[in-house]
């Protein structure tokens, strides 16, 4: 599940894919080009993001803030765990840093929800402190809903105190 995405607030490439070893290493990998062009080079990045949940399916978005992931989670590769969410420090990336992750397993809350997508910048940047917006289609047969639901949730990171980093439902819209 490789992906590659163009920072244009930085005008540099991100490139992503994850990596693992069953049933209890699970890493996703990111290199940010040092230029616009993809051939002056790139800091590489290793995440570990679980020793639990398999990080499938990977989808990026690109915010002023940082590099926002979403997954989907499988306890030990196997079994449905969730949706997992993730920022990295975008910053610190950028200038071939050492970077930070803070993630967050929605499936230890709830198993309903997978497949969301985060919000990714391709105009002006949004105000100083908006908060990524992940996005979530689900058929009422899935969870039980009156109606199909587009579901939308604020992740708000604080790199200043990360523990205050806060990911949840902002809105749910029914189209009936």
Not at 63 to 72: F, L, Q
Not at 74 to 102: C, D, K, S, Y
Not at 150 to 164: I, S, Y
């Amino acid at each position: 599940d490789p992906i590659t995405q163009f920072d244009h607030l930085a005008n540099r490439w991100m490139m992503s894919q994850f990596a693992l070893s069953n049933p209890n290493n699970y890493h996703q990998c990111i290199a940010v080009s040092k230029s616009a062009n993809p051939m002056d080079g790139w800091y590489l990045y290793d995440f570990k993001t679980s020793s639990v949940n398999m990080n499938d399916y990977p989808h990026f978005g690109v915010w002023p803030d940082g590099y926002y992931m979403s997954v989907n989670q499988f306890a030990g590769g196997g079994p449905w765990a969730g949706a997992g969410v993730a920022v990295f420090e975008r910053a610190a990336m950028l200038a071939g840093l050492p970077a930070r992750m803070i993630y967050i397993d929605t499936g230890a809350v709830t198993l309903d929800y997978g497949g969301m997508l985060p919000s990714d910048l391709d105009g002006p940047a949004p105000a100083v402190g908006t908060p990524n917006y992940f996005m979530e289609w689900d058929d009422s047969t899935w969870l039980g809903d009156a109606a199909d639901t587009l579901r939308v949730w604020e992740f708000k990171t604080d790199w200043a105190t990360p523990a205050n980093t806060t990911f949840g439902l902002n809105a749910s819209y029914d189209p009936n």
